[in-house]
């Protein structure tokens, strides 16, 4: 079975300060991995993906995720943050058993970034 | 690349009509279509996955007879809101997966998301 845990609800930091949104995941099968983020009332872009390449992904806006097997964790980081980050932002694993090719979301986290 | 659009942007209906809403993959041919569903503040629920001409597959607890899909072809879902309630209201967000157009076949693509206001 495949699920995702994200950790906080919501993280806040302050502008120019590193950024840290934990996830965990459980898969049944080598897993692919996805970050997105969702600004209001718009939808989901994506990030980043692990697709069982390196273990460090890099993507867009400074955003990079270190894939851990041991650990279960894929969790996003940036060295600093800026304003505009300030979004939800969701975890999502792909469920590889399935032939529809099912994607599992985390609850999300909102991150606020203060001036 | 690999863009998804859905229109309308947002609707407001009013309690007891039907709603269309339209997904559309415009520069690739989607085998799979997904409707999600997210209340504020929420993720994503999946709603139904569809397959260009087959019925669709709903998530349990989801209503077919109230959410309609139509898989119409690889570049075209519509998922239907029929007698619309308040408690429909909600912002809906389809994604494609796609086939030819696409260099991997696994990831979704998602559309903007469709802003549902039932008065």
């Known amino acids: 079975a495949q699920s995702v845990t994200q950790l906080d609800s919501h993280v806040s930091v302050s502008e120019g300060t590193p950024v840290l949104l934990r996830c965990n995941y459980s898969s049944s099968y080598s897993p692919s991995l996805f970050w997105y983020v969702q600004h209001p009332n718009k939808g989901l872009q994506l990030l980043l993906k692990y697709t069982s390449a390196a273990t460090l992904v890099k993507g867009i806006n400074g955003f990079e995720a270190e894939f851990k097997k041991s650990e279960t964790s894929f969790h996003l980081t940036k060295p600093s943050a800026h304003m505009s980050d300030a979004a939800e932002y969701f975890c999502v694993v792909l469920d590889r058993g399935s032939t529809l090719g099912r994607l599992y979301f985390g609850r999300g986290t909102q991150l606020t970034v203060w001036p | 690349g690999a863009v998804v659009s859905q229109h309308p942007s947002w609707v407001i209906c009013k309690s007891g009509t039907s709603v269309k809403i339209e997904c559309r993959s415009l520069d690739f041919q989607a085998t799979t279509m997904f409707w999600y569903r997210q209340f504020p503040k929420q993720s994503l629920m999946l709603m139904a996955t569809s397959n260009e001409g087959s019925k669709a597959t709903y998530e349990q607890g989801v209503e077919k007879d109230k959410f309609l899909i139509n898989h119409a072809s690889l570049t075209l879902s519509t998922l239907t809101v029929t007698s619309a309630h308040p408690e429909d209201s909600s912002f809906y967000i389809c994604?494609?997966?796609?086939?030819?157009?696409?260099?991997?076949?696994?990831?979704?693509?998602f559309g903007p998301g469709t802003r549902l206001t039932v008065t």
């Open positions: 994604s494609a997966r796609g086939g030819t157009g696409v260099s991997n076949s696994y990831e979704q693509y």
